[in-house]
């Protein structure tokens, strides 16, 4: 029996939200959350609230006690939680190990984002690193695994491009996602070039929005319903050391591995995946790190099928990153809802059927040719 | 490179890259040595990751081999030119595989493999906009001849 459950999802559509602020969307899916679990606010007992840029685009800073107060929830101890595009899934760790630990029964994890304003360029790791003022921007770190990745494994950018269009056919099927279009490969392909290979069509949206979570302990799971049991929940760094292959990516390996040993399962026994396909390579790459197939077998897996919905591993049902959008501070939270919704049988024409288990992954941030951090979780009904 | 207008301008950084005029000692870039571990590291931590100790700044290699590339093709930051190029390189020197721009002049040339050699020239900006002094790598001309 898991140490704790999710016992609430809330997400609004993730798009450009005119007129609405992050303490506005946040207390909206906190709501709908709280309404989920049929829970009153005066029953959670800490909250963690995940943002990722509203320091750098507004100046803002501890936005989780006016957006948990918002919902009636004060005097609690509330967390904010900055750690890059993870900020929602080590929000989502903080909060299940502290249940874990039993120093509360019950924790609600929001994330929330305000992206689409004019401010916003393009996502770097700050403008006072080395790195940043030697021109690399995030979309660039992971042009770079692609090209290293199609030379070492012969492949072009048509077969990358594939990733895009698959997401997208799922993304049909999720009234949240903010991109339900279909796209082609021509049409990925013929998208603006960002950093070679990858064009416009193959990095991730911005988007405004937000998505939370309720966590409670074995004991209050037990009284309810719908409540999804955690399996793992890790949270890792990168090692930062020299030479740092680019392909078989030791950090996603290792967060991956130490998620499955927790949880005492394989690959093999999960049914739904959500992973972090920010760019196209992305999702390849963590097919690899996730155990999914062989190094080097990533563009065959996705290319016989088997990260569709109605394949045998299906990645990214809810449209991912890609065409989901990625507001950064609630990306990590809506994969885990994600997860929470398959498990539930509650996702509708995009339901996995029969999905026992689903993990969802996340990364965010560079450093040294690796990420800053990588999170998975496991959850199980 | 060594011009005398180029010498007016700062480096973007400090201790990144050794400083002109070069003359006789090309361009180097500048890393940390743990002498207890007997390792580099670059850009110089302030303590050794390893064992805590004192880091020396050392010269740690000026020529090398891509490791991988890409152009960037959005508009840039600091005023950098548009498109430009950027890259793992690996050193021969020390064997560190660092990050660093490419000459604008041939993005098209890049490939896995290909020998380059650290330059230093006027490109880009700092955050006040005046121009600023970055280490960029350039291909080695045998490189027509012979890949790696």
């Known amino acids: ?381 | 490179m060594d011009t005398n207008a180029d010498n007016m301008i700062l480096p973007f950084a400090k201790n990144i890259f050794t400083q002109p005029p070069y003359k006789s000692n090309p361009p180097d870039l500048l890393g940390g040595f743990c002498s207890g571990c007997n390792d580099y590291f670059f850009p110089k931590p302030g303590y050794c990751p390893k064992c805590l100790g004192n880091i020396q700044t050392r010269p740690i290699g000026n020529k090398g081999t891509i490791y991988s590339f890409t152009v960037v093709r959005t508009p840039p930051l600091f005023d950098l030119p548009s498109p430009y190029a950027i890259g793992y390189i690996d050193l021969i020197k020390t064997k560190l595989r660092v990050f660093g721009l490419f000459d604008p002049e041939a993005l098209d040339q890049l490939k896995i493999g290909a020998r380059v050699v650290l330059s230093v020239k006027s490109l880009g900006t700092d955050s006040q906009g005046s121009p600023r002094l970055r280490p960029c790598f350039i291909l080695e001309p045998e490189n027509e001849h012979t890949m790696i």
């Open chain 1, 1 to 381: 029996m898991a140490v704790a459950s999710v016992t609430g999802v809330g997400i609004i559509p993730f798009g450009k939200h005119s007129g609405k602020s992050i303490i506005d969307m946040g207390a909206k899916v906190g709501y709908l959350a709280l309404k989920d679990a049929g829970i009153d606010p005066s029953k959670i007992q800490a909250g963690f609230f995940a943002n990722g840029l509203a320091g750098r685009l507004f100046g803002d800073s501890t936005i989780g006690q006016n957006v948990f107060w918002e919902l009636g929830i004060n005097k609690i101890p509330v967390v904010n939680v900055e750690n890059a595009c993870t900020s929602g899934s080590s929000a989502f760790y903080l909060a299940y190990n502290m249940v874990a630990a039993n120093q509360v029964e019950i924790a609600m994890v929001i994330g929330a984002e305000k992206m689409c304003v004019p401010e916003f360029g393009l996502i770097n790791s700050g403008e006072t690193e080395l790195d940043t003022q030697l021109g690399l921007i995030a979309p660039a770190s992971f042009a770079m695994r692609a090209i290293r990745y199609m030379d070492e494994y012969d492949c072009k950018p048509e077969q990358l491009a594939q990733v895009a269009v698959k997401n997208r056919q799922h993304a049909r099927l999720n009234p949240n996602a903010q991109f339900k279009d279909p796209i082609s490969i021509d049409m990925v392909m013929d998208s603006p070039m960002i950093v070679d290979p990858l064009t416009r069509f193959q990095c991730c949206p911005i988007a405004d929005g937000a998505a939370a979570v309720i966590l409670c302990s074995e004991n209050i799971a037990k009284q309810m319903n719908r409540s999804v049991n955690i399996e793992s929940a890790i949270l890792c760094t990168g090692s930062y050391g020299n030479n740092q292959d680019m392909i078989l990516w030791e950090t996603d390996t290792r967060g991956c591995n130490l998620a499955y040993e927790k949880a005492g399962i394989g690959s093999q026994d999960i049914d739904v995946f959500e992973c972090h396909d920010a760019f196209t390579i992305s999702e390849i790459l963590h097919y690899e790190a996730l155990g999914l197939c062989d190094p080097g077998e990533g563009i065959r897996f996705l290319e016989e099928g088997h990260s569709r919905l109605g394949g045998k591993k299906p990645v990214n049902v809810s449209g991912g990153l890609l065409s989901r959008g990625h507001p950064v501070g609630a990306t990590g939270v809506a994969q885990i809802g994600e997860i929470v919704t398959q498990l539930r049988n509650e996702a509708g024409p995009r339901q996995v059927e029969g999905a026992k288990i689903g993990l969802a992954h996340c990364m965010g941030g560079d450093k040294s040719g690796d990420t800053k951090s990588c999170t998975v979780a496991i959850l199980s009904v």
